[in-house]
Nanobody, 126 residues
Framework: VQLQASGGGTVQAGGSLGLSCTVS????????VGWFRQAPGKEREFVAG????????EYADSVKGRFTISRVKYGNTVSLRMNSLQPEDTAVYSC????????????????????WGQGTQVTVSS
């Protein structure tokens, strides 16, 4: 099982970035995917998640209305579009996958996820 995160980088406040998470080695249609982030000195926190069938999404309050998570059917990829980025969004972002038989389930806790990809740095300058 592999989750490959890509994207990220450095952007000025108010700018946009996109992240992608490609899932391999699993049945993509039975994998819920979440994005988490961890800033220096802080605990890892939930950012956004999408159900296995793509029909349900969840967002942290801090990113609601600015970030959009979506599934790309072909290529087994989940994208996270981040708009209106602020310095407090600076963190290492990681994607995670959860095997699930519940098509509309979205997990918000790290312990519920089975697989993790490597992190990618997002830096927002003021």
């Amino acid at each position: 099982v592999q989750l490959q995160a890509s994207g990220g980088g450095t952007v000025q406040a108010g700018g946009s970035l996109g992240l992608s998470c490609t899932v391999s080695g699993r049945t993509f249609s039975r994998t819920a995917v979440g994005w988490f982030r961890q800033a220096p000195g802080k605990e890892r926190e939930f950012v956004a998640g999408i159900s296995a069938n793509g029909g349900r999404t969840e967002y942290a309050d801090s990113v609601k209305g600015r970030f959009t998570i979506s599934r790309v059917k072909y290529g087994n990829t989940v994208s996270l579009r981040m708009n209106s980025l602020q310095p407090e969004d600076t963190a290492v972002y990681s994607c995670a996958g959860e095997d699930t038989v519940v098509p509309v389930h979205v997990a918000r806790s790290t312990v519920q996820y089975d697989y993790w990809g490597q992190g990618t740095q997002v830096t927002v300058s003021s």
